[in-house]
């Protein structure tokens, strides 16, 4: 299977901390996605990063991409319990999007 | 406002039957694409379509069918031959798959076998 895993399957922490989620693959890709589900609803795409980039920000969010080691990682500092949520990462290896099974993040006030 | 929407919400479906999931976009977005989620699972690919009148199979596409008569639909055909239909249903579009705002997913369907 071409499915990234992120890793870890589910992580708790305090309000104000910070969060960090990785994701593995295991063939080349083109680009690289995280995405947030609230329970119950749809994904929402939180940011891209194309496989000659090596690091991107959005906000709170910085995602990093390591392609020598098949690798990203998610992180979302001074976390809020607004950012309790599933967090896939998708990788688009050039056939479609692949989704990874999530990391359960519940972040307590 | 530009979007994509998914009906109904909650569908219940007896033994035998087929069902029809509606996903609908208004974001001119040319291809789309259905996954089926399971508690605690990623999302799987039964189908996608990246143009009018053309789809491929996904990764699960056994007892599901789709059609793509038009740029804006892309309803999911839940058949009997699927045995284990029960599953939270989730349709996306998107302009490609290198577009910076990714995928835009709808809310959702929640298939029940009763």
């Known amino acids: 299977s071409q499915q990234g895993e992120e890793d870890p399957q589910a992580l708790s922490i305090q309000e104000g901390e910070n969060a960090t989620m990785n994701c593995s693959y295991k063939t080349s890709i083109n680009n690289l996605q995280w995405y947030r589900q609230n329970s119950g609803r749809g994904l929402v795409h939180l940011i891209l990063?194309?496989?000659?980039?090596r690091e991107k920000h959005s906000g709170r969010l910085r995602v990093t991409l390591d392609t020598s080691k098949k690798s990203s990682s998610l992180l979302i500092t001074a976390s809020r319990a607004a950012d309790t949520a599933s967090y896939f990462c998708?990788?688009?290896?050039?056939?479609?999007?692949?989704f990874g099974p999530g990391t359960r993040l519940s972040v307590l006030p | 406002d530009g979007g994509i929407t998914q009906s109904p919400k909650y569908l219940f479906r007896k033994e035998g039957q087929n069902v029809t999931l509606s996903c609908e976009q208004n974001?001119?977005?040319?291809?789309m694409y259905w996954y089926r989620q399971d508690p605690g699972q990623g999302l799987r690919l039964i189908y996608y379509?990246?143009?009018?009148?053309?789809?491929q199979k996904g990764d699960i596409a056994e007892g599901y069918s789709v059609s793509r008569e038009k740029k804006e639909s892309f309803p999911l055909t839940v058949t009997s031959a699927q045995k284990n239909p029960t599953a939270f249903y989730l349709c996306?579009?998107?302009?490609?798959?290198?577009?910076?705002?990714?995928?835009?997913f709808g809310q959702g369907t929640r298939l029940t076998v009763v």
């Open positions: 990063i194309r496989s000659n980039e």
């Open positions: 996306a579009s998107s302009i490609d798959r290198t577009a910076p705002g990714g995928a835009f």
């Open positions: 379509s990246q143009i009018v009148n053309d789809f």
């Open positions: 974001l001119n977005h040319d291809a």
């Open positions: 998708a990788t688009d290896y050039g056939q479609n999007f692949v």
